[in-house]
């Protein structure tokens, strides 16, 4: 059993991958650590969790845990990444792990250095519906892939939450913008070379609100859109020349409906539907990470080599908003 420690008592740890450690059947969570001991105490009950700590150093330096996970503000993932990976701790960190593609040779530096298992948590690529769409792609089920186009979006104009404040790491693009770009590459297993991109700040908070955006991946294009102040949506639709495959609710189906994928052929007369009961991908990402972590093989988990692609491409279409034309990857 890999010993989890949760770094914080942030609200994605407490509603979703706290349970899932705790349901999963290769690892626990065994601490919790806030700079508030009394937050940490209140947590650690609620999930009949050993151990409490007070700082986030203490918990790093305790023998109880063996990883650890981190869903600190975005801005603050670069330094306890490195922190817990120099403590000797395998780490699982939120998306984005990094907010510039430049930042993650530090961290995998610090992965070699010390030995451990650091990877970033894309839940999604854990997921049977991405796997699915992985396979039906590798078949050939709607030939030679032409197109994707995907679309993400909510509602949140609460000057509060971390999302809209830059110094903690805020904006649509390392929020939501990061999914159609992973689970595209994840997917098809190919690399953008270059991108426009269309990029809309809020005048109050000064973090990108909307992006819209066409990525050249050579044999085929990827273009969606993203916004934090949309009525919310969120859809991946991947076209062929013998047919079509559409993602319901890529990325966050408890919220936005069924786990199904429906394949449709080249002329509408044949409809399959792939459904997925409770996938449950946060517990799914846990198993993995852990079993990964004991065995040594990494071969399953988002590689921080991955993760670095998947900013750089982020760093691009910042920058292609700011200009007219093609922006090289």
Known sequence: MLRFGILSTAKIGRELVVPAIQDADNCVVTAIASRDQARARQMADRFSVPHAFGSYEEMLASDTIDAVYIPLPTAQHVEWTLKAADAGKHVLCEKPIALKAAEIDQLIAARDRNKVLVSEAYMVTYAPVWRKVRELLADGA???????????????????????????????????????????????????????????????????????????????????????????????????????????????????????????????????????????????????????????????????????????????IYRAGQKDGWETV
């Open 142 to 316: 709607i030939g030679t892939l032409k197109h994707v186009q995907g679309a993400f979006t909510y509602f949140n104009r609460d000057p509060n939450n971390m999302r809209n404040i830059p110094a903690l790491g805020g904006g649509g693009l390392p929020d939501i913008g990061v999914y159609p770009t992973i689970s595209t590459r994840f997917v098809t297993g190919a690399e953008p070379v270059r991108v426009q991109a269309t990029v809309e700040r809020d005048t109050d908070f000064g973090t990108d609100i909307y992006s819209s955006v066409r990525a050249d991946f050579g044999g085929f294009e990827l273009s969606f859109y993203i916004s934090t102040q949309m009525a919310a949506r969120q859809v991946m639709v991947f076209h062929g020349d013998k047919g079509f495959i559409e993602v319901k609710s890529p990325f966050n189906a408890d919220r936005y409906g069924a786990e199904e994928v429906e394949l449709t052929n080249q002329n509408h007369s044949q409809s399959q539907h792939f459904r997925f009961q409770d996938s449950r991908q946060y517990r799914r990402e846990a198993e993995a990470f852990a079993k990964a972590a004991v065995s040594g093989d990494h071969a399953d988990i988002v590689s921080l080599e991955s993760s670095k692609k998947n900013q750089a491409l982020i760093d691009a």
